[in-house]
């Protein structure tokens, strides 16, 4: 009797977390569907079919010919790759300066540093557009970085990494003579390398992915990025509902990051674990 | 260790700048022109100093619309999600076979980018003059009346959008309440085997009480979240969301920056000071309700 319930609850439970897999997998297998399919075999199916019997890349060559999906790529490319780049070397200079050397108001600073975390971006987004727009920087990627690359909780990240570095490493090198900066980027930095990898992964995702300030800040398609780039396909992109066009579209901007995700699975996850946020 | 304030200085030189311009300046100026009344980006005009940009958005009935919105995506999405996450993040941590793979599968909407594949849920839920769309098609089976979820009647439309936020924030949370599961002392579990307690008897007097403090996390960062909803209502029903009736706060305040009626800095800024100011309230609720039953 006892067994027999165990076993029905097993049951439940692979039912309810195979449905719920369903739920998430669906919408990406409609996707790759969708844009498998030609536009005339689409838009004949009254009642759409689960599979295809002649799929076709057509789609996959129109995103790159008749609209820009190239050029949204490169930009979004260019822009993750710069912003993470100076945001790694701002954060690495910064955290070190709060975990290794001292100063005097140190700890009054690193507590309004930390305050800025809570802020929440809608409340400065406003200032950052007309700053930019001032300067004369929409629709340039300055414009588009600059505002882009402070990530204040990574810095925070670091900061607890460099601390747990022993200090006898730090004083040996003093001792030695080394500079600051040659411990920093000698022993700090490679034996901290998992953080590191973890915050690039993590503001790389963010970078991807931003919508807000890219559609604020640009209104010329030479600047736009896959996300503002996908709504202006949809807008304007391939005439009357292209839908399985659309759709290779999507494929194309969504294949990155899912790779990236299978390859760093556990440094993704580890790191939204110790921080990242979203929902 | 010596003091070296001039190095450190150095060191913190680039973050500082870029927080003071980007971060600290804004934030000031953000309350100066909420009290710039009707300042004119174009004509670089205001009216005068006072309150009037609250009185006006709190009279702008696209607005309210916005409020409304907002706060029915959250009185919905948070509990939702939040239960629904406990309930799998619970039943993970049950299972051993495929634990693995439930897990990636779970996280891939985390990576994806919302206003790509939102278009695919638009696409499942539209009701075009070729095809129904496949819920209309899952709703047909079961003998429903179809509707059109994307243009159509207000219900239809939030409750798509509601499903469309669950189903992205899921990932982050069974991400943490299946580890704070994990951390659970096993042989608090032993014990109440041992006294013979029944299952969900275990799970409201020992697991929720003791990962309470990771619940309580995500609902507060739940309602933060919600409370921001844009994205995904843009991928839903695209850029013209008050044309949809589905705007959001967030996108009310982007709305007065930028586009056809765009360019003022000042209703926006008094719109996100609001914004904050509700955040803000629901945080220390939460956190004056949490301390009263978060047993830690």
């Known amino acids: 009797m006892g067994k027999r319930k165990i076993k029905f609850k097993t049951v439940l439970t692979y039912v309810l977390l195979v449905l719920w897999g369903l739920i998430v997998l669906f919408p990406f297998y409609w996707m790759v569907l969708t844009s498998l399919k030609s536009y005339s075999s689409y838009n004949s199916e009254y009642i759409p079919k689960f599979y295809t019997l002649s799929p076709t890349l057509q789609n996959y060559a129109d995103v790159f010919t008749e609209v820009p999906l190239g050029r949204y790529l490169l930009n979004t490319l260019l822009f993750t790759v710069v912003t993470t780049a100076i945001m790694v070397v701002v954060a690495v200079l910064a955290a070190f300066a709060f975990a290794r050397l001292k100063f005097r108001g140190r700890n009054l600073v690193f507590a309004l540093f930390l305050s800025l975390m809570m802020l929440p971006n809608e409340l400065v987004i406003i200032t950052n557009f007309v700053t930019i727009t001032n300067a004369k920087l929409s629709n340039s990627f300055p414009g588009l970085i600059l505002p882009s690359v402070m990530s204040v909780f990574y810095v925070y990240l670091l900061k607890e990494n460099f601390e747990m570095v022993p200090d006898n490493l730090y004083l040996a090198a003093k001792v030695d003579g080394t500079s600051d900066l040659k411990y920093l980027l000698r022993v700090l930095v490679p034996i901290s390398r998992p953080t590191i990898i973890t915050i690039i992964i993590l503001k790389v995702i963010e970078c991807w992915n931003s919508y807000v300030w890219p559609r604020l800040i640009t209104d010329d398609p030479r600047y736009y990025l896959v996300s503002n780039g996908i709504q202006e396909i949809r807008e304007n992109g391939f005439g009357r509902e292209n839908i399985p066009a659309m759709m290779a579209a999507v494929v194309v901007i969504s294949v990155p990051l899912i790779v990236l995700f299978l390859i760093f699975r556990n440094k993704i996850m580890a790191g939204v674990l110790r921080g990242g946020t979203k929902g | ?296």
């Not at chain 2, 406990?86 to 076979?97: D, V």
């Not at chain 2, 994806?112 to 089976?141: E, S, W």
């Open chain 2, 1 to 296: 260790m010596e003091t070296n304030n001039k190095k450190a200085w150095l060191y913190l030189l680039p973050a500082g700048i870029f927080l003071a311009v980007f971060m600290v300046y804004p934030l000031i100026d953000v309350f100066i022109y909420s009290l710039e009344e009707s300042y004119n980006f174009a004509s670089q005009t205001s009216r005068g100093t006072g309150l009037f940009n609250f009185s006006y958005i709190l009279h702008d009935p696209y607005f309210l619309q916005a409020v409304r919105n907002t706060a029915l995506c959250v009185a919905i999405t948070v509990p939702i999600s939040t239960g629904l996450s406990l309930l799998i993040a619970f039943g993970l941590s049950s299972i051993k076979a495929l634990k693995n793979l439930f897990q990636t599968i779970y996280f891939l909407p985390y990576v994806t980018n919302t206003l790509a594949v939102g278009l695919v849920f638009m696409i499942l839920f539209k009701k075009t003059a070729y095809t129904d769309g496949m819920v209309n098609l899952l709703i047909h089976f079961f003998h429903g009346p179809t509707v059109d979820f994307i243009d159509g009647p207000y219900w239809a439309k939030m409750f798509v959008l509601c499903f469309y936020v669950i189903w992205i924030v899921m990932p982050f949370k069974i991400l943490i309440l299946t580890s704070a599961l994990a951390s659970v002392d096993v042989s608090y579990y032993n014990a109440a085997k041992v006294d013979g307690t029944k299952g969900w008897r275990i799970f409201l007097r020992i697991t929720l009480p003791m990962i309470s403090p990771t619940v309580f996390y995500l609902i507060i960062t739940g309602f933060i979240g919600a409370f921001k909803e844009y994205s995904d209502a843009v991928a839903l029903f695209g850029t013209d969301l008050n044309a949809a009736k589905m705007n959001t706060i967030v996108g009310y305040i982007y709305d007065m920056l930028y586009g056809d009626a765009g360019g003022y800095p000042s209703y926006a800024a008094a719109a996100a000071i609001l914004l904050f100011a509700i955040i803000l309230t629901i945080t220390v609720i939460n956190l004056l309700v949490s301390r009263k039953h978060v047993y830690y």
